[in-house]
């Protein structure tokens, strides 16, 4: 199934079409990394996705996600696996407030369940964490010049944050028995990032470079998730094919380091960790409408001392231009 979705993206990335040469150089820069990725103290409810895909329309849109894990139902080596699977439905947009500011939105419902050897099968569902961010544009180049001239480099410097509100549940009890800490639809804190955004241009060609901080702190039932750092390298490319549809693939890297949870101020053991993915993407518009997939495959692994294992995560999008 793995190598099927694989594929699939990969053909579709790669259909022939005619590049269109005065398009404004960055005119599908990605966006922010960061969305109500937290959990699992090793992200198992998030992450990476990217914030706004590749594309700098001001839109709403609904996106799915889907993540495959699998964690330990013990701390011992021979404690069974459990097959887990975190699904999320978003309605997410990006309004500008004047020239330079945007603000960002995520509202989401999560629905995940798994599967233990021995026990029965666990679903839980409802609203997730509600984030809100603005992000600045410190740099952006001039756009008519980039027409006039198109083999200027053209390059963008975006600085910002957010808050992700408390608004999903956080249940205690579904921690019980696994070392996944990550299988609930909220964290039950206030949590606040900070982050930078870069992107290079050149005619329809690009490279996006992100990096964001998560602070989070802890919920009423004395639990504390880990602060997380994400960042992403990527490469991307806009092409039109007979004037009415664009496709933008983009390949690249993402990352996410987890500092350690706690618990009544004391380090919870094993909840530390990082994943190294690599991504391939498309997006395409048509008019005002616009849409998008994305893959990820963790190539290097170490969440919850090897106790939690991603599978995959893809992603799927309908956004309309407002």
């Known amino acids: ?88 439905m978003q309605v997410w947009s990006k309004i500008p407030i004047g020239e330079k500011i945007s603000v960002h939105a995520i509202v989401p419902y999560h629905f995940h369940n798994r599967d233990f050897k021995a026990k029965p099968h666990q679903k839980i569902n409802g609203l997730g964490d ?29 600085a910002g944050g957010g808050i992700k509100a408390p608004t999903g549940n956080y249940e205690k009890d579904n921690n019980a028995g696994s070392v996944n800490p990550s299988f609930q639809v909220g964290t039950g804190s206030w949590d606040y990032t900070l982050g930078l955004d870069y992107s290079l241009g050149y005619r329809t060609y690009g490279a996006n470079v992100l990096l964001n901080y998560t602070f989070k702190s802890e919920n009423n039932l004395n639990y504390h998730f880990g602060n997380q750092t994400n960042y992403g390298l990527s490469f991307f490319g806009s092409f039109n094919t007979l004037n009415a549809v664009s496709f933008s693939p983009s390949i690249g890297i993402a990352g996410e380091i987890f500092e350690q949870n706690k618990q009544y101020n004391q380090p919870v053991s094993n909840t530390e960790g990082d994943v190294l993915f690599t991504q391939i993407g498309l997006h395409t518009t048509y008019n005002k409408w616009s849409f998008g997939a994305n893959l990820m495959l963790p190539v290097q692994q170490n969440l919850n001392a090897g106790l939690v294992e991603v599978n995959y995560r893809t992603a799927f999008y309908v956004n309309f231009s407002i």
């Open 130 to 158: 509600i984030s809100v961010l603005a992000f600045y544009e410190l740099v952006k180049t001039n756009k008519d010049s980039l027409l006039l001239n198109p083999d200027k480099l053209a390059h963008t410097l975006r």
């Open 1 to 88: 199934m793995k190598n099927l979705m694989l594929g699939t993206l990969f053909f579709l990335a790669f259909i022939p079409v005619k590049a269109n040469p005065i398009r404004d150089s960055i005119a599908h820069e990605p966006s922010f990394l960061y969305e109500d990725c937290d959990v699992c103290g090793c992200s198992g409810n998030g992450g990476s996705m990217g914030y706004g895909g590749n594309f700098t329309n001001n839109f709403i849109g609904v996106r799915y996600m889907h993540q495959s894990y699998k964690s330990r139902d013990g701390i011992f080596n021979n404690s069974p696996w459990v097959e887990e699977n975190f699904n999320t």
